[in-house]
């Protein structure tokens, strides 16, 4: 499991870098599955996810959740 969550977020960091490969790689697979592609959307969905990997003075490292939104997101899935 840790090695996936390394792995999950080399992944990201290597999309933070570069952002506009990354859009296009996703704006390729959708167009691939015949999915509706919104540049836009997918930019701000991208600024949200890199976001939320940063954690902002919380005392946890990257990829750790601390306790609160551990709780916060079992109870939005039970």
């Given amino acids: ?10 992944g990201w960091e290597y999309a933070a870098q570069n952002q506009e490969y990354a859009l296009d790689l996703v704006e390729s697979y959708m167009k691939q599955a015949n999915l509706p592609v919104n540049r ?6 991208l ?4 976001e939320a990997l ?8 990257k990829g750790e959740l601390c ?8 109870s939005i899935l039970n």
């Fill in 40 to 45: 836009v959307h997918q930019r701000w969905m």
């Fill in 54 to 61: 940063e954690p902002n003075g919380k005392a946890v490292k």
């Fill in 67 to 74: 306790q609160k939104d551990h709780e916060r997101a079992s």
């Fill in 1 to 10: 499991m840790i090695s996936f969550v390394k792995a999950t977020l080399k």
């Fill in 47 to 50: 600024q949200i996810i890199l």
